[in-house]
């Protein structure tokens, strides 16, 4: 079964760069076929994908926040990380790594097309 666990700074301030981690166990994001991807909640707001990467490296990310965004990945440690630039306030939320077989660019609804979530980790962005 698989697992992930996201990890993150917790408080961010405005114009910095937001990194967030996900640690993959009963998995590989190398050698399945799926699009690990970001996504957050803000407060009060429905879920939004943030991008993807799949097993070969290719990267999918969300036309309003694709000029900020940043994902990667670290095959030996199989995990996977996100970079959010020049944050500000309105990038505050809860972050969440997850595991999706549909391409999140085309399915429609992202959030809905994940069968593995982590937990999430509280980001505020505030100085």
Known sequence: QVQL???GPGLVEPSQTLSVSCKVSGDSI???SYYWSWARKPPGLAPEWIGSITSSGRTFYSPSLWNRTTI???TS??????????VTPEDTGTY??????RNP?????AWQSF?????GTQVT???
């Open 96 to 101: 969440y790594c997850a595991r999706g077989s």
């Open 72 to 74: 990667s990945r670290d």
């Open 77 to 86: 440690e199989n995990q996977f990380t996100l970079l959010l630039m020049s």
């Open 30 to 32: 190398t050698a399945s």
């Open 125 to 127: 962005v505030s100085s």
């Open 115 to 119: 069968d593995s979530r982590g937990q």
């Open 105 to 109: 660019v085309t399915v429609g609804n």
């Open 5 to 7: 666990q996201e990890s």
